[in-house]
């Protein structure tokens, strides 16, 4: 086996978290929908994909090294939403969370001269930084627009594809 129980445990939980993330964007975008904010709903659909894509990659993962697999149950996500906001302020918490748990399990392979799960959780770390970077752009663009101007988002999104 090439991963150790408690890295295997820590990529299940993971997993998990890649789910949920994946489920909150989908809310996020029906949100968005429901407002007719086409461009921007686009944009978390496909998040929401990127996650569920995510998720299968440590799938995959686990029995390539020999580990067990054990996906654990996903909670309801948030799917009310009082402003647009809100919902791009919630995104950026819960990729901040997601850096954080992706850096656990690097700190973890480090600690357990996993190279391996080093090498393959290397491109989770570098996508963390464009997942951060894209939500804290996407924040400040409508912190400075406004939720009355948030068309101007939406026009921005247009010309950004």
Known sequence: MLISKDLNTAINEQIGHEFMASHTYN??????????LKKLAGMFYKQANEEHEHALKFIHYIPQTGGILAIPAV?????????????????????????????NLMSLAIKEKDYIAQDFLRWFVTEQLEEVSSMENLLKIIQMAGEKNIFMLEAYLSHEG
Do not use: G, H, M, Q
């Open 27 to 36: 809310n996020i975008a029906a949100y968005f929908e429901n407002l007719a």
């Open 75 to 103: 909670p309801a996500p948030k799917s009310d939403f009082t402003s647009v906001e809100e919902a791009i302020k919630l995104s950026l918490d819960w990729e901040l969370e997601v850096t954080r748990r992706i850096n």
